[in-house]
């Protein structure tokens, strides 16, 4: 197959945008088209710092015989029926996490795409760090024997001016939920892909400090299908923000994550990995983070749209963690 240059179009100029337009203008293989938002201003101060045109309307830009492909960076609660509509125009497509606010409108999504035969792809972009994809085969190959123990902690700060500063951040309707869904999204996606599947046995889910209708704090006991046990702990009011921390123990050692990066591997009595100088600004500043892995996800969409290589993060993959916040927040009660 003759490899393509692929013309994207953004949805939404939000947060996650700029990671998207900076991908796609640093890769060969890309070309940014054009961008739509529903606040016309926004969407001509993105183009003039990104470049492309502006489009008007999603329909507009679905219209548009030369675009190939539709980043969608709209608010979570937007996500299904852009997809959707994309995939009806023949459109592959790159959506931001997560792919939809509930795995029913996941399952629409999947059947839209496969009927149009186009490429979807989730941003889950730390599966491409280094030491995410080395803790998933360590794990994997069962050298830490049974696994026993497994939890994941994601104990972030959020002002309360983040939330105030949007009327869709913490609420149901359009996030979704908050700091689980949201925030904790790319956590719950990379534990279950080291880990592996689990179900959610109990949980608890709710505002302890800011003033939004969703959750702040949430805590989830977890069984996995390898028969190991273990928590999540999900917070965006926990000051003044801690590092993501995964913690997998097993009968012949243990692995400890922080953030994307392999912090202990200890194994057979022996101590392979020891690193405690791993910080991040993320968990205070969601936006103090490189671009490098959505730069690396953007060329496996490119590749796999250009018949080269096949996805790694696929919409089954992405429902995975869906179903696991989805079945914390329905034990709960939250929804």
């Not at 990104?50 to 489009?55: C, D, F, N, R």
């Not at 459109?91 to 999947?110: Q, W």
């Not at 999204?185 to 109990?202: E, M, P, Q, S, T």
């Not at 123990?249 to 990995?273: Q, Y």
């Amino acid at each position: 197959m003759e490899r393509k240059m692929l013309k994207f179009g953004i949805l939404g100029t939000g947060m996650a945008s700029d990671f998207h337009a900076i991908s796609v203008n640093e890769l060969d293989g890309a070309e940014l088209l054009g961008v739509c938002d529903i606040n016309l201003e926004r969407a001509e101060a993105f183009a003039k710092k990104h470049g492309g045109k502006v489009y008007q309307s999603l329909e507009e830009m679905l219209a548009d015989g030369e675009l190939d492909a539709v980043s969608v960076c709209t608010p979570s609660g937007y996500h299904a029926e852009a997809v959707i509509a994309s995939a009806r125009a023949g459109k592959h497509i790159v959506c931001e996490k997560p792919l939809a606010i509930s795995t029913s409108d996941v399952d629409r999504i999947i059947d839209a795409c496969r009927e149009s035969s186009v490429k979807l792809t989730v941003m889950s972009q730390f599966r491409f760090s280094a030491d995410i994809k080395k803790a998933h085969d360590i794990v994997q190959s069962g050298v830490l024997g049974k696994l026993v123990m497994c939890d994941l902690y994601m104990k972030y700060w959020r002002d309360p001016s983040y939330y105030a500063s949007s009327n869709w951040r913490g609420t149901k309707a359009i996030d979704g939920g908050a700091a689980l869904i949201n925030q904790g999204f790319h956590g719950v996606d990379l534990f279950l892909y080291i880990v592996g599947n689990a179900k959610v046995r109990a949980s608890v889910a709710k505002a302890s400090y800011h003033s939004i209708e969703a959750e702040d704090v949430a805590v989830a006991l977890l069984s996995f299908d390898n028969g190991a046990e273990g928590v999540i702990e999900a917070s965006t009011c926990a000051y003044p923000g801690f590092a993501r921390r995964m913690e997998i123990i097993g009968t012949k050692g243990h692995l400890i994550l922080t953030e994307g990066s392999i912090e202990r591997l200890f194994v057979d009595g022996e101590t392979l990995i020891d690193n405690k100088s791993i910080a991040s600004a993320t968990s205070s500043d969601p936006m103090a983070m490189p671009y490098d892995n959505h730069k690396a996800q953007y060329q496996n969409f490119i590749n796999a749209v250009n018949g080269k290589e096949e996805l790694l993060v696929t919409a089954e993959e992405s429902r995975k963690a869906l179903k696991i916040i989805e079945d914390v927040y329905r034990l709960n009660g939250v929804k």
